[in-house]
């Protein structure tokens, strides 16, 4: 969706940390995407292949039918592998045949290792995941000298949200930076999905597990440990949306940005509809032991229980997604950016595409990188990333007043909107 905030990001350059050169030629590249025959695996293998029809892409699970019938879906550039993530050999010599291996066969959080990470960096493969954990996505950073040593890019974080978030306040901090608003002094993530967005079991998972960690959020540079699912806001996320109660998650990209953009306060909400959902998430955070929530084991026997249950409301309550990211400065200037879809289950695979195909054109420098990490996605290629990642979008806006996106806009003075 081209959009008003692509000319103003193209009108303002600074010098880049990296320089990506012009795009390599991406069309006959070799994609492996790991949890290919999930939801968000296979919406990244659809999107792909409709962004780059020429991509060969591998989709990799221990389920041949899925496997067999995604390939169906894919036509006839695509292949299924199957194999467990956790079969050092079989995932090696995956790895060794492509140029970018996706990895979307979560949950990250409770995973001990980095497996995937490690073998791209032998197999010298470039390396791309959607990880949503905050302890994951640090360990995967520790491999940044390993990689650069191999010449392999890899990016942590690079889905939507994480992902396409950490861009837009990247890319707000950039031009607030540029345009002299002050010093960045405020950064608030807000992110809104009904029901699952149409994800997988997994994600059902992820959220349980995310719920038994302390978040983690920074105040004037002090890092602060605070109760899951607290701290509740109202949130307008603008057309299409509108207001949103919205809580305290531990997500991997309030530390990244507080860390690489050097943003003093930083924090990240999350809601989701129906409104007893809220609810049922804050009653486990007060009622179910964290210990229980933190155990992969025990969290998978409940997604068991509950996931019928959730499937049923899910078909009521649709798979709208929303994110919003808000820039406070010095002076008192507030810019945000809202990205809003009808669909997560597709707007997801969008966005996680367009971080491959930046991958593999060249845009990320050898390490382990977050998104907003100009090393990771270069600066000039931000545009492009930005522009494929919105597609199909119900809106999508940079740079603005908060009123300028509100549903219901105040009116000041004389009658006259500011
Ligand atoms: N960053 C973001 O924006 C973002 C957004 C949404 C979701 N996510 C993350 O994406 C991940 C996937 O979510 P989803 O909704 O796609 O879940 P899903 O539908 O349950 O899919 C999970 C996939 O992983 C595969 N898998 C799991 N363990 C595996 C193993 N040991 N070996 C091989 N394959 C394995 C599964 O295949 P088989 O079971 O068939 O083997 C399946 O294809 C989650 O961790 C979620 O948190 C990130």
């Known amino acids: 969706m081209a959009c008003a905030c692509m000319r103003h990001l193209s009108a303002i350059r600074t010098p880049t940390v990296a320089s990506a050169g012009p795009p390599k030629e991406t069309a006959n590249s070799r994609v492996l995407i790991l949890g290919g025959t999930g939801r968000v695996g296979g919406s990244t293998a659809i999107a792909l292949s409709k962004l780059s029809p020429d991509l060969r892409i591998t989709i990799a699970g221990r389920n041949r039918e899925k496997g067999a019938s995604m390939v169906t879906t894919l036509g006839k550039n695509a292949e299924f592998a199957e194999f467990d993530i956790n079969d050092d050999k079989s995932l090696e010599s995956a790895l060794n ?42 360990r995967a950073k520790a491999y940044n000298n390993e990689a650069i040593a191999s010449k392999v890019p890899a990016i942590t974080t690079g889905g939507i949200y994480p992902g396409v978030s950490n861009l837009m306040a990247a890319e707000l901090v950039r031009v607030a930076k540029s345009e002299n608003k002050g010093e960045p002094e405020r950064l608030r993530f807000y992110y809104y999905t009904a029901g699952t967005g149409g994800a997988g079991p997994t994600i059902l998972a ?171 996605i270069a600066i000039e290629a931000r545009e492009l990333l930005l522009q494929r990642a919105s597609q199909g979008t119900i809106n999508f806006v940079m740079h603005k007043a908060p009123w300028m996106v509100e549903t219901n806009p105040k009116e000041v003075g004389l009658g006259i909107y500011v």
């Open 97 to 138: 045949d492509v140029d970018l291996v996706v990895h979307a066969a979560g949950p990250f959080q409770q995973t001990e290792d980095c497996r995937v990470l490690e073998a791209a960096i032998r197999a010298k493969t470039a390396y791309l995941d959607v990880c949503d954990d905050t302890y994951y996505a640090l």
């Open 206 to 376: 992820t959220s349980f597990l995310l719920l038994g960690e302390e978040v983690i959020a920074f105040n004037k540079g002090e890092k602060l440990k605070l109760r899951p699912y607290s701290g509740m806001m109202s949130i307008d996320f603008g057309k299409g949306i509108g207001k949103k109660d919205v809580y305290l998650l531990n997500l991997p990209e309030v530390t990244s940005t507080h860390e690489t953009l050097g943003i003093p306060s930083v924090s990240a909400r999350f809601g989701t509809s129906p409104f007893f959902w809220n609810w049922a998430m804050d009653a486990m955070t007060r009622f179910v032991p964290s210990e229980l929530l933190r155990d992969r084991s025990k969290v998978e026997e409940m997604v068991k229980l509950f996931d019928p249950v959730v499937r049923v409301i899910d078909g009521y309550a649709g798979e709208r997604v929303s994110l919003r990211v808000d820039l406070e400065c010095s002076d008192g200037k507030h810019t945000i950016g809202v990205f809003s879809h009808k669909k997560l289950s597709v707007s997801v695979g969008t966005s996680i595409a367009a971080f491959a195909l930046a991958v593999l054109e060249g845009s990320t420098q050898p390490g382990v990188w977050f998104p907003e990490e100009p090393q990771g």
